[in-house]
């Protein structure tokens, strides 16, 4: 898996080789305290989990990856509490 790339039933999909447009993005966050990242910036803290891409991903990463297709913009946003992410 590389950066910029999402793993859904154990198959690794490559966004950046559709979608290079979405794939400068600067999500850097100055927290000091221990969050679980973004999985595709690893830098911001993660708050929805995308569940047909299986990715969880920050605001920005989430709407910048699905904006770019007419298929991914019908995928939802399901909000992340920070408790479920410490288990």
Same mark, same amino acid.
């Given at each position: 898996? @590389? #950066?910029?790339?999402? +793993?859904?039933?154990?198959?690794?999909?490559?966004?950046?080789?559709?979608? #290079?447009?979405? =794939? %400068?993005?600067?999500?850097?966050?100055?927290?000091s305290? $221990? =969050?679980?990242?973004?999985?595709?910036? %690893?830098? $911001? *803290? =993660?708050?929805?989990?995308?569940? *047909?891409?299986?990715? &969880?991903?920050?605001? *920005?990463?989430? %709407?910048?990856?699905?904006? +770019?297709? *007419?298929?991914? &913009? @019908?995928?939802? &946003?399901?909000?992340?509490?920070?408790? +479920?992410? &410490?288990?």
């Amino acid at each position: 898996v @590389t #950066p910029f790339s999402t +793993v859904a039933n154990g198959k690794s999909h490559h966004l950046e080789s559709k979608y #290079p447009e979405a =794939v %400068d993005l600067d999500c850097s966050t100055n927290s000091s305290e $221990s =969050v679980t990242l973004c999985e595709e910036c %690893d830098q $911001s *803290k =993660v708050e929805y989990l995308c569940q *047909k891409c299986d990715c &969880k991903l920050c605001d *920005k990463c989430f %709407d910048q990856i699905h904006s +770019v297709s *007419k298929v991914l &913009k @019908t995928h939802s &946003k399901v909000i992340i509490e920070s408790s +479920v992410l &410490k288990m």
